[in-house]
């Protein structure tokens, strides 16, 4: 499976990054009922930084941005038959009283070693894979953002520099300016006395 199909699953709520247990269900290829009764049955495993429950606010959040985003894809390809990846089958059967599970990078990884299915150790690695490279570019954007900062603080010293050095000039011009107006009014005055 692509990297960018699993990225595209992660989602940020409450300030971290999580999969949804259908979006989970989806790639390990199980139905949502039998992973969520899988956790279930090892709760001990689950810790409340590895998995949570979405409110109903945030699961109404979520699936109005799946109802935009396979919106957008039929009337972008103009095909009724076409539908967003991240509205899955197993989310359209799903009863919308009950908020779908969270599960924190760390709770996907320990999801891997309940299911113990070879395709969830392999979809387990991808996932943490995908993980890790969201990491890495969150990384390098925060760098990028602090070189632009450092620049934009250089800049700003150029600037005060650069228009002290303008003022200069502009006086030192008006100066030369005025010099020149006396030196011309001096020459071109009216003489008096003896003319030659």
Excluded at 102 to 118: D, N, P, R
Aim: no cysteine; glycine share 2%.
């Amino acid at each position: 499976m692509p990297e960018e199909r699993i990225v595209n699953k992660i989602h940020i709520i409450r300030d971290q990054k999580v999969m949804l247990d259908f979006d989970l269900a989806n790639l390990y290829e199980v139905e949502t009922k039998a992973l969520n009764q899988a956790v279930k049955r090892n709760a001990d495993r689950f810790p409340k930084d590895f998995i949570f429950r979405l409110t109903t606010k945030e699961w109404q959040i979520m699936r109005s941005h799946f109802v935009t985003a396979s919106y957008q894809v039929v009337n972008a390809q103009n095909n009724k038959n076409m539908r967003s990846q991240n509205v899955t089958s197993s989310q359209i059967k799903r009863n919308t009283a009950i908020t779908p599970y969270a599960f924190t990078e760390h709770g996907v990884t320990m999801l891997a070693s309940v299911l113990k299915s070879e395709n969830a150790v392999k979809m387990s690695i991808a996932v943490v894979r995908a993980f890790i490279d969201l990491k890495r570019n969150a990384l390098q954007y925060k760098a990028v953002i602090e070189q632009i900062e450092n620049l934009k603080d250089h800049l700003g010293e150029h600037d005060d520099q650069l228009n002290k050095i303008y003022e200069a000039i502009e006086n030192l011009l008006d100066d030369k300016t005025e010099k020149e107006l006396k030196e011309n009014a001096w020459r071109n005055r009216k003489r008096i006395g003896f003319k030659h």
